[in-house]
């Protein structure tokens, strides 16, 4: 099966900077890569998804970018807000089957 | 639209106890999927369904048993609970499986 490490598990950042989060996979067949958002005591909420055929994907402050050759992907979210505060779950889908999580990030805006 | 829905929202069972999980969908997804999220652990895919009629065995699926009798419904069964399975539950839906996944509101479950 496949398997998705995450790191850092915490990240503390001020105001207004940008946040990275990364993630690696271990099966070069896994084909697409969502990223969830899970605020305290809430459901996860998908943020963003890309597919194995694109390099990188931007919404507003958010962006993932995907590199293939070394099975990494990355979530950037830039100038950050205080309503960024949440855990961060990056996950890969290999061959229709469910998806593997990562184990969160949990991210800290600093006012 | 309710979403996705789950019944019930707590529950407390001792060691081998059964028990029942309940999740309700009404965007006429094909997909459905049962997670549990252990502090540290991430969300772990426990049994997943991709019409009526089918199931699939997930990342850890021992302990747990599932049913998908009608589209709209995805059953969670605990025959025999035990500590190890006190979680929180999630239950989620989708079109399919490069699609956003739409997740309940959970069940935390606590085995003694």
């Known amino acids: 099966g496949e398997n998705v490490e995450q790191h850092p598990s915490t990240l503390s950042v001020q105001e207004g900077d940008s946040a990275v989060i990364k993630c690696t996979y271990s099966d070069s067949a896994s084909n697409y890569f969502p990223w969830y958002k899970q605020e305290l005591g809430k459901r996860p909420q998908l943020i963003i998804d890309i597919r194995s055929n694109v390099g990188e994907k931007k919404d507003q402050r958010i962006a993932v970018t995907l590199n293939k050759t070394a099975k990494h992907f990355s979530l950037h979210i830039t100038e950050t807000q205080p309503e960024d505060s949440a855990v961060y779950f990056c996950?890969?889908?290999?061959?229709?089957?469910?998806?593997?999580f990562g184990k969160g990030t949990h991210l800290i805006i600093q006012p | 639209n309710a979403g996705v829905t789950q019944t019930p929202k707590f529950r407390v069972l001792k060691t081998g106890q059964s028990m029942t999980l309940l999740c309700a969908q009404d965007m006429n997804h094909e997909y459905m999927y049962w997670y549990r999220q252990d502090p540290g652990m991430g969300l772990r895919l426990i049994h997943y369904?991709?019409?009526?009629?089918?199931?699939a065995k997930g990342e850890v699926p021992d302990g747990y048993n599932v049913s998908r009798l009608k589209k709209q419904n995805f059953l969670l069964g605990l025959e025999s609970a035990a500590p190890s399975q006190t979680s929180v539950y999630f239950c989620?839906?989708?079109?399919?499986?490069?699609?956003?996944?739409?997740f309940g509101p959970g069940t935390r479950l606590t085995v003694t």
């Open positions: 989620a839906s989708s079109y399919g499986p490069y699609y956003e996944q739409y």
């Open positions: 996950a890969a889908l290999l061959y229709a089957d469910g998806l593997t």
């Open positions: 369904s991709v019409g009526e009629g089918t199931t």
